[in-house]
Structure formats: C-alpha cells, structure tokens
C-alpha cells in the first residue's frame, strides 16, 4: 500500500519563505502532486514532480528526491493568503496509476 | 470552461435513507475521480472512471455506494441505507487522460446524517 507523511501544521510570518515536507512508501511511483485547500474550498493543484530535482512555479516551488521517497513544497514570500492546508499526493499502483493517495494534510498560518 | 461543478452542495438525511449526488466535470476531461474528505483529513479516492467504464474503486468502498457515468458526461454517486458515518464531504475530480496528476475539483457536496 502507500502513505504518506507530512507535519500537520506550520507557521510562519508575511514575506518569510516556509518548507513543507513529504515522505511517502509506495509500492509503485509515478510523482509526487501538491495540492493547496483554503477552509471551505476545493483542492487545487498547485505542482507535480516525476523525475527528481526543483520545479519552480512563481512563488512557490517543489522538490522530488525518488531515492529518499522525499519531496518538499517551497512557498516564499508568503502572504496571508496563502494560509490552507497543503497536501503532498502520489498516485496509486492500481490499474492504471491514477487515483491520487493523499496525505493528511499541512496547515499553514501566516500571521502578520 | 465553467469548471468542475456538483450538486448539491449541501445535504442532510436520516439514517437509512438513500442519497444520490451529481457531478459535472470540465467537458474536455475523459477521467472522472469521486473521493470523500472527512475534517483534519486529506481527501480519500473512491472511484474513478475513464468515459463511461469505471476502472477502479477503493478496496475500502463499501457496497453501499455505486457510482455510474452513463454517457461518460456527468457521473452519479449514490449512496444506500446510509449511516452516521458516511457523513463527508464528497468531492468529484475530472482530468485528462495524460495529466491524471493533475486534477480539477468541484466544490463538493457535504453530507450530513442525522
């Protein structure tokens, strides 16, 4: 089976830059998505890595290390809207590798 | 593109009784994904179809639930005889085929049973 790992909460100040971690146990692995959820919201994809190395997308950027199981999501110069829950995804060894695992979730507070 | 949309957004039944839920997802995407989320949790897959064939369903999806995407459009989750603990909110994800990784969800249908 698969599971993931992520700190349930993080905090941090306006303008600081933050690092949320992720370990996962596959059986099979196709990449590593994250996904951002505002409180009341729908998931959103935020990035996706498949090979190791950064992905850099505006302020925020993901890390893939497939020997470690490890990834990170970067978000930098964080702003108050960027509080909500942050989930790290794999997708699933099934019939095809779609259905994404998730993990638990990070919530982030960004306070002033 | 109006986006992933699923209704209704909120509903509330008594134990026993039957709910059934709809989703319409963005209408290029071949893949259709149900999951359910529970407070504090990350959401957890339930099925999927790829057009009108449903491919896969979680291990740990009860009976109870069957889902459908007669015309490989919109999809229905029905859930039977409901329980207390199959209060959730129920979330409906479309993607395409290549990009599975990458999917768009609707806003979710809260079920409350009471």
């Known amino acids: 089976g698969q599971s993931l790992e992520q700190p349930s909460e993080v905090t941090a100040v306006e303008g600081a830059i933050v690092q949320i971690n992720c370990t996962y146990q596959?059986?099979?692995?196709?990449?590593l998505s994250w996904y951002q959820q505002h409180d009341g919201g729908a998931p959103t994809f935020l990035s996706y890595?498949?090979?190791?190395g950064l992905e850099e997308t505006g302020r925020f950027s993901s890390f893939l290390s497939r020997s470690d199981s490890y990834g990170y999501l970067l978000l930098q110069e964080l702003q108050m809207k960027d509080s909500a829950s942050y989930f790290c995804a794999v997708r699933d060894n099934g019939q095809a590798g779609t259905a994404l695992i998730f993990g638990k979730g990070t919530t982030l507070s960004v306070s002033s | 593109d109006t986006g992933v949309s699923q209704d209704p957004r909120h509903k509330i039944t008594k134990r026993g009784q039957n709910v059934t839920f709809r989703c319409d997802p963005i209408s290029e995407h071949n893949r259709l994904y149900w999951y359910r989320q529970t407070l504090g949790q990350g959401p957890e897959f339930l099925t999927y179809f790829q057009n009108e064939a449903q491919l896969e369903k979680s291990r740990l999806l009860s009976d109870r639930f069957s889902a459908e995407r007669p015309k490989g459009s919109f999809s229905t989750l029905e859930i039977q005889r409901t329980e207390q603990g199959d209060s959730a909110m129920y979330l409906c994800?479309?993607?395409?085929?290549?990009?599975?990784?990458?999917?768009?969800f609707g806003p979710g249908t809260r079920l409350t049973v009471t």
């Open positions: 994800a479309s993607s395409t085929t290549g990009r599975s990784y990458e999917q768009y």
């Open positions: 596959t059986s099979g692995f196709y990449g």
């Open positions: 890595n498949a090979l190791d």
